[in-house]
């Protein structure tokens, strides 16, 4: 038979351990979703090129201020190892807004490479920022830019 401080110190915790499941549930719930930007898919500067493959994302929140935190992780090729490359991470909300970027320069050292880019706050707990979306690509000029969009106008068979 149980005593009492016992009841009570299995009762708090189960309750504690019932907080942190739930915890957990609504980070995961609030995490968005993570993908490469189409025309900032490719990169390419003289003859060295790079190409992003893909993008996973971790979430975390800050207890003490409700911000929604994401850390990026990329996959991708380069064609020349050691060539420094700039990319974004931004979080967009419901209307495609904005909401918060971030932009890092990176150096694989290998032509494939997984690196992350720190974390980033993209929202607050609760708020229409909570169902952002993220999105990561290059950093590219308007040239680079040009040169992306006309490569895919062409792979779908639309004119430029």
């Known amino acids: 038979m149980l005593g009492k401080k016992t009841f009570t110190f ?3 915790s189960l309750s504690l351990a019932a907080c942190g499941a739930s915890l957990d549930k609504v980070v995961e719930a609030q995490c968005p979703p993570a993908d490469v930007l189409v025309t900032a898919d490719n990169w390419q500067q003289g003859g060295v090129r ?3 493959i893909g993008a996973e994302l971790e979430c975390f929140i800050d207890s003490q201020t409700n911000e929604l935190q994401a850390s990026v992780q990329v996959r991708g090729t380069v064609s020349q190892a050691g ?3 700039p990319l974004f991470a931004a979080a967009l909300n419901t209307q495609d807004e904005i909401v918060a970027r971030t932009q890092v320069q990176v150096t694989p050292s290998k032509t494939e490479y997984k690196l992350a880019i720190p974390k ?3 929202g607050q707990k609760a708020a229409e920022s909570a169902k952002a979306r993220v999105v990561v690509g290059f950093v590219l000029t308007p ?3 040009q040169a992306n969009r006309a490569a ?3 792979q779908l068979g639309l004119a430029e």
Request: charged share 10%.
């Open 152 to 154: 895919y106008a062409k």
């Open 50 to 52: 790079a190409q992003l």
């Open 10 to 12: 299995l009762a708090l």
């Open 143 to 145: 040239a680079q830019l």
């Open 83 to 85: 060539t420094r490359l």
């Open 120 to 122: 980033f706050v993209y």
